[in-house]
C-alpha cells in the first residue's frame, strides 16, 4: 500500500491538499480541497497516515481510505500544536457534512 498527500502551497496560509491511496487491487484520487487559513500545518502528515491506518485495520476500500485519511488531515490544520486531538466520529461527521 502506498498513501501520500499531494500539497499546492498558494501562501503561507492558503494550501491546496489532495490524497492519494494504492494497493495492489486499485489506485484512488481525492481532489485537492482548499484549506484557508492554514492554522499549524505541523503533525497534518502524521494524522493523515494514522487515519489511513484506521481505515485499513477496518478493511475499507482505497476510495473510503484517500477521502477519510485526507479529511484528517485537512482538519488537522485548524489545530495548533504537532498533534491532532479528533476522533474517528468528528472525522466522520465532517465528511458527511460535505
Not at 497534518?44 to 484528517?72: C, E, K, M, N, P
Not at 482538519?75 to 461527521?93: C, P, Q, T, Y
Request: hydrophobic fraction near 45%; include cysteine.
Amino acid at each position: 500500500m502506498i498513501a501520500a498527500t499531494s500539497r499546492t502551497i498558494i501562501g503561507n496560509d492558503h494550501h491546496q491538499l489532495g490524497a492519494h491511496f494504492s494497493t495492489r487491487s486499485g489506485t484512488a484520487h481525492e481532489s485537492p480541497q482548499t484549506i484557508n487559513p492554514v492554522v499549524d500545518r505541523i503533525g497534518s502528515g502524521d494524522a493523515f497516515a494514522a487515519a489511513a491506518l484506521y481505515g485499513v485495520t477496518h478493511d475499507w476500500d482505497a476510495a473510503r481510505i484517500a477521502r477519510f485519511a485526507l479529511q484528517a488531515c485537512v482538519m488537522k490544520h485548524a489545530i495548533h500544536g504537532d498533534f491532532s486531538n479528533l476522533n474517528a466520529r468528528e472525522v466522520e461527521a465532517a465528511l458527511s457534512a460535505e
